[in-house]
Nanobody, 117 residues
Framework: QVYLVESGGGSAQAGGSLRLACVAS????????MGWYHQAPGKQRELVVN???????DYVESVRGRFTISIDQDKKTEWLQMDSLKVEDTGVYFC???????????WGSGTQVTVSS
């Protein structure tokens, strides 16, 4: 079983910054990639970024240039640095990870980000 636990988030004004973190735990052999989903109010989850532990990242257009993902493979942790925040970045962010050949997602409460104008 793999567990993904998010932290960080909170409230910020448009143009501000926030930083999210996610730690993967459980019994597994290989962490290959991690990423983040964003679920805006009333909408479905959208994958906004994922990155391999080798550093190959793929950002959705709406966050490219504003968000930066990083992974510490040894710590089994990822971070999402969110800069130049926009109101539309508001929502719940969920962690995802490719571990032992499978994609796992956090189906807990995620971490809330609220951006005000």
């Amino acid at each position: 079983q793999v567990y993904l636990v998010e932290s960080g988030g909170g409230s910020a004004q448009a143009g501000g910054s926030l930083r999210l973190a996610c730690v993967a735990s459980g019994e597994f052999s290989r962490l290959k990639a991690m990423g983040w989903y964003h679920q805006a109010p009333g909408k479905q989850r959208e994958l906004v970024v994922n990155m391999t532990v080798d550093g190959v990242a793929d950002y959705v257009e709406s966050v490219r240039g504003r968000f930066t993902i990083s992974i510490d493979q040894d710590k089994k942790t990822e971070w999402l640095q969110m800069d130049s925040l926009k109101v539309e970045d508001t929502g719940v962010y969920f962690c995802t990870a490719e571990i032992d050949g499978m994609w796992w997602s956090s189906w807990g409460s995620g971490t809330q980000v609220t951006v005000s104008s």
